[in-house]
């Protein structure tokens, strides 16, 4: 998808995006927006609510076991790093 619009900095810098923009990434008021700069690219994701990423199919799967030894290793990284600041 390439949608493409031109629009002006509000006086006080505010980003409007045109409503072409708006409608292409989905967005909604009141919907949280995450930015990101990307070189000299302003990059603006819609950020999912919990309900809508259930219901989203899973990137990757994680065994119980691997999950377990992330934690695991979590709480030896952080037990380590109290010990060094006491």
């Known amino acids: 998808m390439s949608t493409q619009s ?43 609510k919990v309900r809508e990423l259930m219901e989203m199919e899973p990137v990757t799967t994680v065994t119980l076991e691997e999950l377990r030894e992330d934690r695991r290793e979590l709480s030896r990284r952080l037990e380590d790093g109290r010990k060094r600041r006491a």
Do not use: H
């Open 6 to 48: 031109e629009s002006v900095v509000g006086s006080k810098e505010e980003l409007y995006p045109p409503k072409s923009i708006r409608d292409a990434l989905g967005l909604k008021p009141g919907m949280k927006v995450r930015f990101r700069v990307e070189g000299r690219r302003l990059v603006v994701e819609p950020i999912p």
